[in-house]
């Protein structure tokens, strides 16, 4: 069985572009939720969706931003970089059903902002 | 405060037991983890355990969980040198579908 997948693994933009993470989650699996990691302020929840919808939300701007495609499969965006959105940028996925009893982790896609 | 709290360095003997503590905010966490990243890669699920019960054995894996304190443990036994990682506790949030994670505490098992 596949893991969770994202892409790219690595991305270098520079200040006030904006990008576009992809996280391909196991199969069967209808949750995928979003982290920022941080050497600062550690890992932080983003959002959380299932089945296209956003359950819930981190307390992050607006400029961070996501959504689910019918396949499961998830995108999130940040629009107008900054220094400070430099990060490891993770992905989870569960079943989702009720709890998150077993969430997979993805490797992960660094951001560097320069 | 919101945070979930662990000590950030832990440097153990290889053979020897490691145990990281961690002690957690919300009452109503229903399930608690344990992640482990090495450098360079994302969090890998070592267990969890739910909130009901006080203990949970996984092969060289204890948790240990004392909810009126909100305390959270893992032990390693017979610790190897490819356990020198960063260890994640993390509590259930919002009904489960968001993780509050700890800081991570660094583990380094010397020879």
């Known amino acids: 069985k596949a893991g969770v997948t994202q892409t790219p693994r690595y991305l270098i933009k520079t200040r006030g572009q904006q990008v576009t993470l992809s996280c391909s989650p196991i199969s069967g699996h209808r949750s995928v939720s979003w982290y920022q990691q941080t050497p600062g302020q550690g890992l932080q929840f983003l959002f959380e969706y299932f089945s296209e919808t956003q359950r819930n939300k981190g307390n992050f701007p607006g400029r961070f931003s996501g959504r689910q495609f019918s396949n499961s499969r998830s995108e999130m965006n940040v629009s107008t970089l900054e220094l400070g959105d430099s990060a490891l940028y993770l992905c989870?996925?569960?079943?989702?059903?009720?709890?998150?009893?077993?969430?997979?982790f993805g490797q992960g896609t660094r951001l560097t902002v320069v | 405060g919101e945070d979930v709290e662990q000590s950030l360095f832990l440097s153990v003997r290889e053979g020897d037991s490691s145990v990281i503590n961690c002690t957690y905010t919300?009452?109503?966490?229903?399930?608690l983890y344990w992640y482990k990243q090495e450098p360079g890669a994302g969090l890998q699920l070592l267990t969890y355990i739910f909130s009901n019960m006080d203990m949970k054995q996984d092969q060289r894996l204890t948790v240990l969980l004392n909810k009126k304190d909100k305390h959270l443990s893992l032990r390693i036994a017979d610790t190897q040198t490819v356990d020198s990682a960063i260890y994640f506790c993390a509590e259930s949030r919002n009904s489960g579908y968001a993780l509050n994670f700890g800081k991570g505490t660094s583990l380094l098992v010397t020879p």
């Open positions: 989870a996925s569960s079943k989702g059903q009720n709890m998150n009893t077993e969430a997979f």
């Open positions: 919300d009452s109503s966490s229903t399930y």
